[in-house]
């Protein structure tokens, strides 16, 4: 995986749910930031996010953690349809091929399942993380969470035959 060769990618078992929460929570707050406002921010990780429901948005799907040293620093979610949900790398582990890697994991179960197309919809963030992954823009779309717009982009994978 890159130059990290330290991390390895697992599935994630449903006692990962409270350490992806809080990675999540993270990683919005001090990556996302440079392109939400506080208020936006707060409304996508806030702070009284109720775990079993949190957990219970895993099951039934294709769920990969990223490990180092026994510690999550990423991890990704796709239904069994190929909705990539959730992908979400510590803001102390950017740039280091963690997303690419679990990326990669869940675009092969896709092909495994004969899933032909992968849908995201990419924070601004995001957006060209995915694009360098291969993924394409199918519209910019302005998204309500918790009575508060957000910008994202509806994106897709589709596997050259």
Same mark, same amino acid.
């Given at each position: ?5 330290? $991390? !390895?990618?697992?599935?994630?078992? !449903? !006692? /990962?749910? /409270? ?6 929570? /993270? ?7 440079? %392109?939400? !406002? #506080?208020?936006? @921010?707060?409304?996508?990780? #806030? #702070? ?15 769920a990969y $953690? ?7 620093? &990423? ?9 990539? %949900?959730?992908?979400? $790398? +510590? =803001? %102390?582990?950017?740039?280091? &091929?963690? =997303?690419r890697g679990? $990326?990669e994991r869940?675009?092969? /179960? ?11 919809? =990419? +924070?601004?963030?995001?957006? #060209? ?8 823009? @199918? ?18 994978? +589709?596997?050259? =035959?």
């Amino acid at each position: 995986m890159g130059a990290n060769r330290s $991390v !390895s990618i697992r599935a994630f078992v !449903s !006692s /990962d749910s /409270d350490e992806c929460l809080h990675l999540f929570r /993270d990683t919005i707050h001090r990556v996302n930031l440079r %392109d939400y !406002s #506080p208020e936006q @921010i707060n409304a996508w990780a #806030p #702070p009284d996010v109720d775990l079993l429901t949190w957990a219970r948005r895993f099951e039934d799907r294709f769920a990969y $953690v990223a490990c180092q040293a026994k510690i999550i620093v &990423g991890f990704i979610d796709m239904t069994r349809l190929g909705h990539l %949900d959730r992908l979400y $790398v +510590s =803001a %102390d582990h950017q740039r280091q &091929g963690i =997303a690419r890697g679990l $990326v990669e994991r869940v675009l092969r /179960d896709a092909e495994q399942q004969g899933c032909q197309c992968v849908r995201t919809e =990419a +924070s601004i963030t995001a957006k #060209p993380f995915f694009e360098s992954m291969g993924f394409a823009v @199918i519209k910019q779309q302005q998204v309500e969470c918790r009575g508060v717009m957000l910008t994202n982009f509806q994106m897709r994978f +589709s596997r050259r =035959a």
